[in-house]
């Protein structure tokens, strides 16, 4: 694999032969030369985002080499990685600070006006096909983006008198070099819990866990009381703090009653059973 900037391997276009200077480069997966983004045949990737080298390419060499079949001539295939809530904001407010500047407020942009209307708007670009859209996911942003400040988004609570608003923390780091520092993060706290022997599920795992599609074990274990008071408020500026719950469907609000009921009917059972 290749490393951040351009690691120890091919640091050269396979297309048009020239030095690869910034991070606008896709790596092929199988032959693993790398590609300028502007070398491309539109000259871009799928939705056009600044930044986004997410996705699992073939070059048109490796492509050539597979078995073809019907009368398409081939082409490049990029097929959009799962990427974590992290990323796909980092995406998003990369995007609008340079393309959208002046909507900002000192550089800040809305949660819900800004944030969220460009990830709804990219949905089909951002998300693979088979990303569920969860009914939750505006409550899942703000989350997000509380759960990683300030080390990768920065609130202008303090600039803008008023939540929601947000930047990159550093506006700098391109998204390829974003997610490096944050698989590098995830490994650091990995090799952590190892040593402290602390439990896989922690109070931070989740922003690791960040994903539209069903994280089924990792919501479940990490079900908090936070988690059911977030279920219960409508989503709103307020939810800015709560965790993002991204498993399942909430249970509904009744069911622990039920539970409790049913389980105390059986209690009840049982006792006149032995009685
Ligand atoms: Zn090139
Ligand atoms: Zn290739």
Known sequence: MRGNA????????????????????????????????????????????????????????????????????????LVRQRIPWLLVLTLTLYNLSIKSKGLSHHGYFHWRTHIISFVNKNWNYIFEPRARRRKQWAGSVSGALSHNSPEYFQSGVSVCTETGWWKLAKPHLTPRSVRAEYEQRLLERQLLRTDRRLPVVDENSCDSDLSVTDHLSDAQATATTEEAVERLLPVSEGCARAIPYMGRPPPAVEQPAELHNSKSRRRGMSRSKSM
């Open 6 to 77: 351009l690691g120890k391997q091919a640091t050269t276009c396979d297309y048009c032969h020239t030095t690869v200077e910034d991070d606008n480069y896709l790596d092929c997966r199988i032959c693993e030369q790398i590609v300028h983004i502007k070398c491309l045949p539109h000259a871009s990737t799928p939705g056009d985002l600044l930044g986004d080298v997410f996705f699992d390419f073939t070059c048109i060499k490796c492509v050539r080499k597979e078995p073809q079949s019907g009368v398409e001539p081939p082409k490049e295939r």
